[in-house]
């Protein structure tokens, strides 16, 4: 399993961090550690871009320790799943219950499905 070099911020071992969030782009699965920032976004879409172009079969979006989402992350969110679809890719969506909750209300459940994971199973 190799993990995605982005930028100078990733080393082997060593997730990369912008301000203090960690993204974390290995073997095909994409994982948030906390909340992201606005400040985030490019770091966020630029890994989203990495994982649409890597050659994985299978891909994971985890936002299961993330409680918001901007707008903004959801518009990569929505791009990065519908391209990996296209390119015949599984994708699973894995979110915290809040933001769960926020793509419900936003209908985004009729572009994709996610599952909602409780905390005690994160």
Known sequence: MMQTHLRKTIAPGHPPTRNGTKVILNAGVLRLSGNLQRADYNFFQEACGHLCRSDVPCATLDLTHCTYV?????????????????????????????????????????????????????
Not at 76 to 103: C, I, W
């Open 70 to 122: 901007s707008s903004l992350i959801i518009g990569v969110l929505v791009d990065t799943v519908t391209q990996l679809k296209t390119d015949g890719k599984a994708v699973t969506v894995r979110v915290s219950p809040e933001v769960g909750r926020f793509l419900h209300m936003a209908h985004l459940y009729h572009l994709f499905s996610y599952s909602i994971v409780e905390p005690d199973s994160r």
